[in-house]
């Protein structure tokens, strides 16, 4: 039976973190967290329907989402030898959680534990108490900025999970005569979400574009554009190879456009790299864009890019790791094939895609004809 649970919320858990993790926030400000939190009371084996709270979008700009399970597990349990010799029995206890939700689909967040094997020599006929014992451990995962997964977390509405246990008593062969009696459960599950956010005077709000686009040669090609130009303004290209500690490579200075773009050359031949764009305005005050991340797999040619993942109307951007012929086609989540277009001796489109009319999770997939090199991206369809 399944046991819905609506946020029996802990809320509203605020709190500055220590600064070592302000690499995201400019200004000594933040990141902050907003927490909810419910606990769950079971027997070991049980299913879940829970929800949470969106983040609010006013608050700031998420940066990740954290999503993380205690679990305390009691057991107990009366075995007895039922043979007419002495055996040894050897029992351990198994226990799984497995939390999905559409926001995370087709991945979910899994965890497991096990006790060693405890030995039972037991005459005929002789009866053992074990326990009340206890297991604990924890269940953690967190989607940042470099999961498109992200933007399930955050608008108008609640995040729902799936939460399943199970827990078993496990018996090493010999079984000769073992029978179990008196078996007690019990669980306690502190399920929790937390969001990490910086406030929306921290990060750049003019910023209405930032994208890492790899290209051939382990190439990365960086586009940004603003909404509002301000003579002056300077922008700083930083790179990292942890997302944590940026190193400055490039600056320009405010044009009258708004739209920018710089390559890296990665002569390193790193195998990821993360990227953000510092802007510096006349008074001084320094902001910052969103962390874009680029995997280079190892044949010196980097995947190919569809951006926005998060898709309400207008073109829909691929740019291919190579110019070749491509097909593209979009799946939506139940498997129909709803858009499929070729292009001929390219490396970058732009599409017009109507047939994407209902909102949802969708697959993109690209397909070399030539060298049948096929790629796989999800889109969110949010109009």
């Known amino acids: 039976m399944k046991t819905v649970v609506h946020f029996l919320v802990g809320m509203l858990l605020i709190i500055l973190l220590p600064p070592h993790l302000f690499s995201q926030c400019a200004g000594g400000l933040g990141p902050y967290t907003v927490k909810y939190d419910t606990t769950l009371y079971g027997t070991g084996a049980a299913n879940y329907a829970i929800s949470f709270p969106k983040f609010n979008i006013p608050m700031g700009t998420l940066l990740s989402a954290n999503v993380k399970s205690l679990i305390n597990l009691g057991y107990s349990y009366v075995i007895k030898n039922e043979s007419g010799s002495s055996q040894t029995y050897n029992i351990k206890i198994t226990r799984s959680d497995d939390i999905s939700s559409t926001a995370i689909d087709p991945m979910s967040i899994n965890g497991f534990k096990q006790t060693p094997y405890a030995p039972f020599i037991l005459a005929p006929a002789q009866t053992v108490s074990y326990g009340p014992a206890q297991l604990g451990y924890s269940v953690n995962d967190s989607i940042t900025t470099i999961d498109p997964n992200l933007n399930n977390f955050q608008g108008v509405g609640t995040v729902d999970f799936d939460y399943q246990t199970n827990t078993s008593l496990v018996a090493k062969l010999p079984l000769t005569g073992l029978n179990f009696t008196s078996i007690t459960i019990f669980d306690t599950v502190h399920f929790s979400i937390s969001y990490l956010y910086c406030l929306p005077s921290v990060l750049s709000k003019d910023a209405l574009v930032f994208t890492a686009i790899p290209q051939a040669k382990n190439n990365v090609l960086l586009n940004w554009r603003q909404s509002v130009v301000e003579a002056g303004r300077k922008y700083g290209v930083q790179v990292s190879t942890d997302g944590n500690n940026f190193t400055s490579i490039a600056t320009t200075t405010e044009n009258n456009t708004g739209i920018y773009n710089y390559t890296y050359l990665n002569n390193n031949s790193a195998k990821k790299l993360f990227f953000r764009i510092q802007e510096k305005d006349n008074s001084g005050e320094i902001k910052y864009s969103v962390i874009r991340l680029v995997i280079f797999n190892g044949d010196g040619n980097s995947g190919g890019a569809i951006y926005p993942t998060l898709y309400n109307g207008g073109d829909l951007h691929v740019n291919f790791p190579e ?40 697959v993109v997939e690209t397909f070399n004809i030539h060298s049948q090199q096929k790629q796989l991206t999800r889109i969110i369809v949010q109009r």
């Open 323 to 362: 110019k070749s012929d491509w097909q593209i086609t979009i799946y939506a989540a139940d498997g129909r094939k709803v858009v499929q277009n070729r292009q001929s001796n390219t490396a970058v489109a732009s599409l017009q895609i109507p047939g994407l009319a209902v909102n949802g999770l969708y």
